[in-house]
């Protein structure tokens, strides 16, 4: 069945709450990869599939039924095998988040401790932002490869961070792209099959994955969150990986900037022994789990002090660097390049008391509208622009204190970004009680 008429009936029968066989689920992944390669003679319409979306999104999916979808998005192009390489393979991943360049600290600080790490990432859409926009702030940094030059890299430098090529898990772009646009990504079955299904493609033994739970992640509670990640590490061990899903706070930004440029630049503080504590903490963490899950570690405490001493003796810096240049990329013009055509303005609190809240959602929304993020796809973005925070929450802040700096090369788009952020931030009179970043961790 792969014709118009045939595909009404699978969506009316799960519109009706019934369940899909496996045949129809490979049927929806490979109508979705035919739209990605030739949306004008597909055979199922973006509509009928966008429908189908819909009714899964309402009704629900069962356990086998998210399985079935996993499997069959993962085979809907190439898998590339990395049974050659003589260390385990580890990849990280994210729900998506605000402020968040983990990867660009986790992935070369497990290459450090001695696992290869072949990490695809996508670009920033919606709120969350995207570890390839980030990176494409480095002068001549390449980001595209064919399978065959991921290997040479991966065996190279232990790491790569490069674009998540068409050729893999196609049928993600496209399910992934409708339910942007359907309102339908708050699925917990879509959201498992479509994270699963990207990672089995992308071929590592085990996967790390940070689920956000808070006001600026996909689902904000933090029940709705951990079920995910019980799904997510089920479908990794059904198909034969090695799962452990991180559950991390997202309900202010991770870290204080917020923006492309301005993220490399604080991972790479944290890489030098500096930047925030909590993205350190974090990435630190984020290491740690995958070093025990892969074998690397025997024990959670030894994994721990595994990943301080590599990043505090200086070698996921180095790492890093290494990939950067292997990559094409030069991070010396990064950090020496001029900023003369970035303006700044500075957002200053209309009131003293304590810091309650800085709100993800409202953050990304005025480094959106500087030009950090896209609202549509094919939308070019200012690698510059963005926000950085000045305070914490839970921090006591006087009257006229500067909160955050806004940077943008539109310097047009300040007003709308500054009343934008300046609802982020609610202050208060009682110190609001810290916090727990790392929330729960199955595995
Ligand atoms: N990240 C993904 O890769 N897929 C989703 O559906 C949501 C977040």
Redesign the pocket.
Known sequence: MSNHAGFVELIARKRDGKKLRDADWRVVARAAAALERDPDNAPVPAYQLSALLMAAYLRGMAFSETRALTTAVADSGERLDWSGVDRPTVDK????GVGDKLSLIAVPLLAACGAAVPKLS?RALGH?GGTIDKLESIPGLRLEYAAAELDGLLRGNGCFIAGHSAALAPA?AVL?HL?DVTAT?SSRP??A???VG?KLAAGAGTFVIDVKSGRGA?FPSQRESLRLARDIVRLARDAGRRCVCLLTGMDQPLGRAVGNALEVEEALAVLDGEGPGAVRDTALELAARGLKACGLSGNIDEAREAARGRLDDGAAREIFERMITAQGGDLCAFVKRSRDSIAEETLTAPRAGWLRRIGARAVARSAMLLGAGREKAAEAIDHEAGVVLAVERGARVETGQSLARLHTRRPETLAAARKALAGAFVIGGERPTPHRLLREVVE
Do not use: F, P
């Not at 991943?93 to 998506?96: A, K, L, R, V």
């Open positions: 991943h994210s729900t998506g996508g969350t993600d992934y339910r990504v879509l959201v099959a479509s994270i990207k996909i």
